[in-house]
């Protein structure tokens, strides 16, 4: 896997299959657990390393899907309560 940004195809118990946007037709999987925020099929996202670390954000422009972006707006609310 590299740092870049993905659309989410496919969402697993465990994975989620994700191909880039901007280049190549490889797919990559990447353990559920490891985002940041609830992640939903059709979400654009990008990846990147910190130092061993993988980082995870969701790309709220880039994605087109309502519910995503009411699931994202409902996360932030309560993280700052």
Known sequence: MKA???KVETIDKRTVLLT???EG????TFPLNE???DV???DIVKIWLEGMQWKTMYLE???KSI?????D???RIFDEE
């Open 73 to 75: 707006f409902k996360k």
């Open 4 to 6: 870049g940004i993905y």
């Open 67 to 71: 519910k995503s972006h009411l699931k």
């Open 61 to 63: 422009d880039e994605t």
């Open 40 to 42: 939903m099929l059709g």
């Open 20 to 22: 880039p946007v901007e």
């Open 25 to 28: 037709k490889e797919q990559y």
């Open 35 to 37: 985002f940041t925020h």
